[in-house]
């Protein structure tokens, strides 16, 4: 999860000329004759027909963006459950809905006069949906944007607050969690609450570095730190060579973590990602510790608060309103690591900006209506439960997929939207995929993985200069992931090698 959003020069000149090598609808090719497509139909079915998967389900749609037509199908109009191929719906919509240069703002509001330095109440922060407020988007440093924030107090003549460091989350419905999600990932980073105030992506990462003995008390440190993260420490130090067995767990309530199990002594560290309860309150602790530690004294302590409290406050004075980068870089953060709480947050922001609720229920609906602006029957080939794919009651049809795919090729935002996907063999969840085939640096794709799913669904350029687009997802398998996307990978390289 540390995948930077401003590339390095060499990179960002491979994207640059990868994005230029767009693909667009030609008319002129005719389209493929029976022969032809009767030999593509031998050379994916032989693929897909794999015998170790014969009791899974496989939907697999191919297109030709150059001729338009349909070069392989294979139950691609029955829904199935796409994991995280349903970030391509998400993404898609929030780019061409609210633009690319659309940006999130959290306002910071003083509850009382600024006298002589001092602020006589509670700083009040008001959450917007802002993702980027967190380590990925920072260099590694979660607490930058918070840094920042404290200069700004400072300059605003504010060095001493009386009351509390207040979040509130004045964008979405309160709802933490997507619904259907499993209870036994929750402690996860990748299933971490949603809030439209989040801090670092809501979770916390946890080393332990054992004792000097075995028997001994291993070091726990939490990072980014804050009160309300503390860790219980359970765990001890195990004989050299013995196995790793270090287990991490929230408290039942609060933010707390618990720590137990072995750590072998001859073992440098253990480090993990853990999910933390309450993101408002996570956010406003750590920035109540950042501005402690920056020379702000805050007599208060780290709260929060709903909207409706708000209303019935009196008048609010604006300090400074932060604004995120714009959806454009944003998109790279999400697409390219598969981040699942920016999925989340896109499609809140979709029903606050549209429907004025910032809901999953109202940004799924105006996803519904903006897939059928573009052509795209989505009342048949969708049921949209999360924005990231994390639910197993996502169901989408690799039709639609295809379809989405096909428009974003057509779009104004068609440059930003095929640099911001991973790239096989280049960045990303497809950095480790396809190295050494003529597939690396030339798919650009969705990845997506759940217990007994795997997807992958974007854009190809054949040996050939053909243009294509795909969407390939196997449910119910029981084999391993790479199992499954040796068979993607092998179609894929058999269609690079058409000659049509």
């Known amino acids: 999860m540390q995948i930077r959003l401003r590339l390095p020069s060499a990179a960002a000149l491979l994207l640059a000329a990868l994005a230029a090598c767009q693909p667009t609808v030609a008319r002129g090719p005719a389209p493929l004759a029976a022969p032809a497509q009767t030999a593509i139909a031998a050379a994916l079915d032989s693929v897909f027909a794999d015998t170790a ?65 001092t602020l006589g109440g509670s700083l009040v922060v008001m959450g917007g949906g802002d993702p980027t407020i967190a380590a990925h988007f920072h260099a590694g440093d979660a607490r930058a944007v918070f840094r920042a924030w404290a200069d700004s107090l400072r300059a605003h003549g504010i060095t001493r607050i009386t009351g509390d460091v207040m979040g509130a989350d004045t964008a979405f419905d309160g709802a933490p969690l997507g619904r259907g999600w499993a209870w036994d990932d929750l402690d996860a980073s990748y299933s971490a609450e949603v809030s439209g105030l989040e801090f670092n992506e809501g979770f916390a990462t946890v080393r332990v570095t054992p004792g000097a003995s075995p028997g001994a008390v291993p070091t726990v440190s939490v990072s980014p730190y804050t009160p309300y993260t503390s860790a219980t420490n359970r765990a001890v130090t195990g004989a050299p060579g013995s196995p790793v067995t270090v287990e991490l767990t929230r408290d039942a309530t609060g933010g707390g973590i618990v720590v137990a199990g072995s750590i072998p002594a001859d073992t440098a560290f253990v480090e993990e990602e853990v999910a933390v309860r309450n993101n408002p309150l996570y956010f406003a602790g750590a920035l109540r510790e950042t501005l402690q530690d920056a020379g702000i004294r805050v007599d208060g302590r780290a709260s929060v608060t709903d909207l409706a409290a708000l209303r019935d406050t009196a008048a609010m004075i604006p300090v400074f309103t932060h604004a995120s980068p714009p959806l454009g870089e944003v998109l790279a953060g999400f697409l390219k690591p598969s981040q699942n709480q920016i999925g989340e947050m896109l499609l809140r922001t979709l029903g606050n900006e549209r429907r004025g609720l910032g809901s999953a229920g109202n940004g799924a609906a105006v996803v519904d209506s903006v897939l059928r602006t573009w052509g795209l029957p989505s009342g048949r080939l969708l049921s949209q ?43 990303g969840t497809l950095a480790g995929r396809m190295k050494g085939t003529p597939l690396a640096g030339n798919v ?25 687009v795909f969407s390939m997802i196997v449910n119910n398998h029981t084999l391993s992931a790479r199992d499954a996307d040796r068979l993607a990978e092998a179609a894929l390289l058999r269609l690079y090698n058409l000659r049509l």
């Open 385 to 427: 439960a999360d924005g990231s794919g994390l639910s197993r009651y996502d169901l989408v049809a690799p039709e639609l997929l295809v379809g989405i795919l096909a428009h974003m090729t057509r779009s104004p935002n068609w440059q930003t939207w095929y640099a911001d996907l991973p790239i096989a063999g280049v960045d």
């Open 53 to 117: 998967f014969a009791p899974a389900h496989w939907g697999v749609l191919v297109r030709s963006l150059d001729r338009g037509d349909v070069l392989y199908e294979h139950e691609a109009g029955k829904l199935v459950v796409p994991a995280s191929n349903m970030k391509i719906v998400t993404g898609a919509v929030a780019l061409e809905t609210l633009g690319p240069d659309y940006r999130f703002h959290t306002r910071v509001v003083a509850g009382g006069e600024v006298r002589g330095g």
């Open 444 to 468: 650009h794709g969705k990845t997506g993985t759940l217990s007994g799913v795997r997807s992958l669904s974007g854009y190809l350029t054949t040996a050939a200069g053909e243009h294509l």
